[in-house]
């Protein structure tokens, strides 16, 4: 009994009230909000503009050679540095971040569209 004392000054708990005539308690509303990252995912296109947009608005780049297909270094003679400041650009228009291993791999326009399509979180 002091146990159960001492658990119930610890604990709040709501409490159904009956109402004067004696009636069962009325059931109280409660809300549930239910998030999905799918429900506002970005379509391909999207991603397709904004990732080209970030590709062309990087300083060393001539915005008329940047296409879907693009390589950074081969096409657009982008050094490995150039390339990280690209990521980072990314990560920053798509409020996402990635992983080390994951920006090495992304040397083209068309990875970097592919990741960020396929990510969960990108906004």
């Given at each position: 009994?002091a146990l159960r004392a001492a658990v119930l000054r610890h604990i709040r708990l709501p409490v159904?009230?009956?109402?004067?005539?004696?009636?069962?308690?009325?059931?109280?509303?409660?809300?549930?909000?239910?998030?999905s990252s799918h429900d506002d995912h970005l379509t391909k296109e999207e991603v397709i503009d904004?990732?080209?947009?970030?590709?062309?608005?990087?300083?060393?780049?001539?915005?008329?050679?940047?296409?879907?297909?693009?390589?950074?270094?081969?096409?657009?003679?982008?050094?490995?540095?150039?390339?990280?400041?690209?990521?980072?650009?990314?990560?920053?228009?798509?409020?996402?971040?990635?992983?080390?291993?994951?920006?090495?791999?992304?040397?083209?326009?068309?990875?970097?569209?592919?990741?960020?399509?396929?990510?969960?979180?990108?906004?």
């Open positions: 009994m159904q009230t009956l109402a004067a005539t004696g009636s069962r308690p009325q059931p109280q509303l409660s809300f549930l909000r239910l998030f904004r990732v080209l947009d970030v590709v062309k608005s990087f300083p060393k780049v001539e915005p008329s050679q940047v296409t879907p297909d693009v390589h950074f270094q081969k096409d657009l003679g982008l050094d490995s540095l150039d390339n990280v400041e690209i990521v980072m650009a990314l990560e920053e228009e798509f409020k996402l971040e990635i992983p080390d291993k994951e920006a090495d791999k992304i040397d083209s326009c068309n990875l970097a569209i592919e990741y960020i399509y396929n990510h969960p979180m990108a906004g």
